[in-house]
């Protein structure tokens, strides 16, 4: 129940409605009764209900504070029983009531509670009788001002009246529990109560919804506002879009929400049973009797175009999808669209941008949190509050970090800790090795959905071998492999699966990174053999080590972070940040490296041989002969023997940090390589003899110290980048490099002072 105390004087000037009902109605007839039956079954229904209970003195004028409750409310239910019309301050209620229904979209449910329709659109019986008198006390006034007054409301009152008879209400002539029913299920479907939920708590995206409702308020223009939210799975397109449309759909004439349209629209079927969702929700009419898309699209491009909607498409990824929902004819003036996808391209081939129907498109693209309120949101889904407990917050802000301000995932792993016999610390094991399944089930969509099998192909390797690296290096070695179409990085971009920097280089979300190489692991999970691309180092090793080499094998990844030339080296700083070292005490390393050598010598003398467990990788060249398809092959700090011929012919990228030779032997097949990285090495020359290499655009010999010469261009005719940085014993650079390498971009000679 709400007191008048409740209603402030500035609340007829808020666009903000306070009430979903206000019960107008004769208390001496149906206060404890109807009236009170229908109140408790407003209340169950969670329909908030302005309820004023004060006994009312015949003669008073209607208090300031229930106009303003009228105005307030969207909606009014007026019990018309016997003795209605004798209140005075019943007929002023009618009346405020029927002219808010005339200036807004107020709307009226009356119920004809033990009387004829007809005697109060003609005010007979009761109603005449209680009209009469209150003529007759208008005579009896001497008060020429009070008279005309009252002369006025009589008329404003007989209109009232008539006006409200003439509606469609309920009548209440038998069981009144069945009738309370009906009346709350009409007001619930007329008030659209179903798109009424608890609006969302947002962390983190004040920014968003200040730029969204920004768009929502600019009526600068008549036109129809298009608005994208795009950006990767998981990250808050549809949180923001669900808070946004609940906050807002009340100032529209009509509204909907529809949500999860991709997963939703699996066939013809599925999307017109949205359609239909559509159809009820913007009150069109005979929607129930369609049977095709077709027919549902032309109906819901006639509604739209007749009244103001405010519609939101979210998780929409198909443009015929698109075109299905929203035709091609146009919205009425002042309508608002949002559409989330996580193709920020997707309004590129919809038809309706393709008409002349005037259309102001934005997109707003979705990023994610920052530390801060990572950590509050880690925080709500772990412990309920928004500060972490102290001994938790240094693991809690490991888990921060891998996350990345991805909503989902900070969700997910809080909720593992809440709900699971887990510690930070088992939480924190288990990230990088595999990725949670809940995380992994959103993300993953967007891989599925990807246009084709080319584009899945293409992030998949980019995943697992190209972040971090410069987009021109790895579209070019990718397009040599058959695996990069023109289109393809920006098929990526426009999907939120990658970014790409001011300086070229390629970004992914490390759990797009952790997915993509779920995917190639998913390919056989117990056989890494029969998989595209190998990168983990222990299965490299057995792989390589046991010559279980296959045609399946398109790459491979072996880096022997730790050891060079035999010998325990701490790893720098520098390596320890990339690769997720954390920085040790030196003790701890002297305990490490004691440990080491003792496990070392217990195999050793125990016999036991373990490739997991060696010290170095060392491998026959042998092991890479069955990979024929091999194209990518990335052997860091590794020692081999055996003859260099033994590499696949096809390789494009290949990169050996830490090789061991002093030249490259010239039985290494290398015609096909674009890209080749022999940084770090010990080479004293690149090659006893000139090679013709027709298709290398890349040479990187930065750091190899005791090189002090580089020619023979005239074999690397599409050269395009040469690294030569820091190669501090240089003192020459065939200046053949001028005309035999027409393509040379790109010559870095940074910190050669020789």
Not at 64 to 70: F, K, T, V, W
Request: net charge neutral.
């Amino acid at each position: 129940m709400v007191v008048l105390t409740e209603i402030s004087e500035d609340s007829s000037s808020s666009l903000t409605y306070k009430f979903d009902v206000f019960l107008s109605f004769r208390g001496e007839d149906t206060r404890n009764n109807f009236t009170d039956h229908l109140l408790k079954a407003l209340q169950e229904a969670t329909i908030e209900t302005f309820f004023d209970d004060a006994e009312i003195q015949i003669g008073e004028f209607l208090k300031p504070e229930l106009e303003n409750a009228i105005k307030a409310s969207r909606s009014s239910i007026i019990v018309l029983s016997k003795n209605y019309a004798s209140s005075t301050w019943c007929l002023d209620e009618l009346a405020h009531i029927m002219e808010q229904k005339r200036t807004s979209k107020h709307n009226v449910f009356p119920i004809f509670y033990h009387v004829n329709p007809s005697d109060v659109r003609k005010q007979r019986n009761s109603f005449g009788d209680a009209m009469a008198d209150h003529k007759q006390r208008m005579e009896r006034e001497s008060d020429e001002k009070k008279r005309s007054e009252l002369v006025k409301k009589i008329e404003k009152w007989k209109k009232a009246l008539t006006e409200v008879a003439d509606m469609k209400g309920k009548e209440a002539n038998g069981r009144e529990t069945k009738l309370i029913e009906e009346i709350v299920k009409d007001i619930c479907s007329r008030l659209e109560l179903h798109k009424r939920s608890e609006i969302p708590k947002l962390i983190g995206m004040e920014s968003s919804v200040r730029t969204i409702t920004s768009f929502l308020n600019d009526a600068s223009s008549h036109t129809t506002d298009v608005l994208t939210i795009w950006g990767l799975a998981g990250i808050g397109k549809t949180h923001l879009a669900d808070y946004i449309f609940k906050s807002h759909y009340l100032e529209f004439e009509s509204s909907c929400f529809l949500e999860d349209i991709e997963r939703r629209c699996t066939s013809q079927k599925r999307l017109l049973k949205l359609q239909k969702q559509l159809l009820k929700d913007i009150q069109a009419t005979s929607w129930m009797d369609i049977d095709n898309v077709k027919a549902a699209t032309s109906m819901i491009e006639n509604s739209l175009f007749r009244k103001r909607t405010f519609l939101v498409l979210d998780g929409i990824n198909d443009s015929e999808h698109l075109d299905a929902l929203i035709g091609t004819k146009g919205l009425h003036p002042g309508s608002k669209i949002i559409i989330t996808s996580k193709n920020g391209s997707l309004t590129e081939k919809c038809k309706l941008f393709e008409t002349q129907v005037p259309l102001k498109h934005t997109k707003h693209l979705l990023h994610g949190l920052n530390d801060k309120d990572s950590l509050q949101l880690l925080t709500c889904h772990a412990f309920g509050c928004h500060e972490p407990n102290v001994g938790d917050k240094k693991e809690m802000k490991k888990v921060v970090q891998y996350c990345k301000g991805h909503p989902l995932a900070l969700k997910v792993l809080g909720s593992s800790f809440c709900s699971e016999d887990a510690t930070w610390e088992d939480i924190l094991e288990s990230l990088g090795k595999e990725i949670n399944p809940d995380i992994k089930k959103v993300l993953e969509i967007s891989y599925d959905t990807l246009p084709s099998e080319k584009d899945k192909e293409l992030f998949k390797y980019i995943a697992c071998l190209f972040v971090r690296e410069d987009r021109k290096f790895t579209e070019d070695i990718l397009k040599a492999c058959g695996i990069c179409k023109p289109s393809g990085i920006k098929v990526l971009i426009n999907r939120c699966l990658l970014t790409v920097r001011s300086s070229g280089e390629l970004m992914m979300h490390q759990l797009l990174q952790d997915m993509g190489r779920d995917v190639v692991r998913q390919e056989s999970p117990n056989k890494p053999w029969e998989r595209s691309i190998l990168l983990n180092h222990e299965e490299c090793l057995d792989v390589l080590q046991n010559k279980q080499g296959t045609t399946i094998i398109q790459g491979l990844v072996l880096v022997m972070r730790t050891f060079e030339n035999d010998t325990w080296k701490e790893p720098s700083s520098v390596n320890m940040k990339r690769f997720g070292f954390r920085s040790l005490p030196s003790f701890i390393w002297v305990h490490i490296l004691l440990l080491s050598v003792l496990w070392w010598l217990f195999h050793l003398f125990s016999g036991i041989r373990s490739s997991s467990r060696k010290t170095k990788g060392d491998f026959e060249t042998l092991a890479l002969s069955e990979m024929r398809n091999l194209k990518l092959l990335q052997l860091n700090y590794v020692q081999l023997s055996g003859s260099y011929k033994n590499f696949p012919h096809g390789i494009r990228w290949l990169c050996m940090h830490g090789f061991p030779l002093s030249y490259i032997p010239s039985d290494l097949q290398m015609e096909n390589l674009v890209a080749l990285d022999l940084s770090n090495s010990k080479l004293l020359q690149l090659w006893k003899k000139p090679k013709l290499l027709r298709s290398l655009k890349f040479l990187n010999l930065g750091n190899c110290h005791e090189l002090d010469r580089v020619g023979h261009f005239s074999g690397l005719p599409l050269l395009e980048r040469l690294t030569l940085a820091r190669c501090t014993s240089l003192i020459e650079v065939c200046e053949s490099i001028g005309t035999c390498c027409q393509k040379l971009e790109i010559l870095d000679l940074t910190e050669c002072n020789k």
